[in-house]
Every structure is written in structure tokens, then in C-alpha cells.
């Protein structure tokens, strides 16, 4: 279970950003930083949503930031960031975005377990509060449930 491998350091609290471009930028970095992705995928998530508009904003105040394998992912992490003040990305009733997880994958098969445990957090409104206004990286990753 990826989640079980998350720690203090695939968090990030509180950022703030001007506008969606540099909220991608911010809630990925971390995993360019960790030689998890390469910068080509930071500017792969960015013209995405420029061609495909913010599919990834899943749900009210989420997004799963994430790009095609080939646009430079390097291996399977996750990076979590909440943004205050939330961050519009044009999703309508889902905006603004308090919480971007950055996912990167290898190839189309490895996260589909990961997008279930996922699923189990996301449905559970109590949770993604809790998790929206952690204020400490411990607290996040409690209400996260690892």
C-alpha cells in the first residue's frame, strides 16, 4: 500500500499561488526535487489542463494532479499539498482546490491500486476535511489514516 509510505516529507501545508499554474508547480516540485519525476512532467500536468481543461479536479476542493508516464516520470510517488488560499482552476462546482495530490506513475497499471486507497479517503467528507486544515504534517497523515 503506497499510502502506508507516505511521511511528513510528501507534505506540504498552507502554500499559497497566484493562480493554478503555479499551484501545479508547487504541489510537484517536491517530487522533481526527489528525482521522482523530471520537470518535463511538471510542464506536462501544465499543458494538460491547457489542452484538456482541469480533469483532475475530481471533486470539491481536489484535485490528482498527474501526466503521462513518458512526459518524465521516473518512478511511482505522491506528493500532497493544501493551498491557502484555495486556488481556482476553472472546474466549476469543484473549485477552489484546497488539496492537490501529485501522483506520478511509470506506466498506465502501477497507481490503480493506489487510486483505490485513494477512493476510500476521498469518499469520506470527515476525512478530507480533517485534512484541509491540518496544520501540521503529523496531522494530515492521521487523517489521511497512515
Known sequence: MLLETITEKDVQLGLSAGDWEEAVRKAAEPLRAAGAVEQSY??????????????????????????RPECGANRLALNFSTFDPPVTFGAGANDPVRLIITLAATDPDSHIDLLGELADVLMDESRMEKMFRAETPEEFLEALGR
Open 42 to 67: 511538471i510542464e506536462g500536468i501544465v499543458q494538460s489542463v491547457h489542452d484538456n481543461g482541469p480533469y483532475f479536479v475530481l471533486t470539491k476542493g481536489f484535485a490528482l494532479a498527474h501526466a
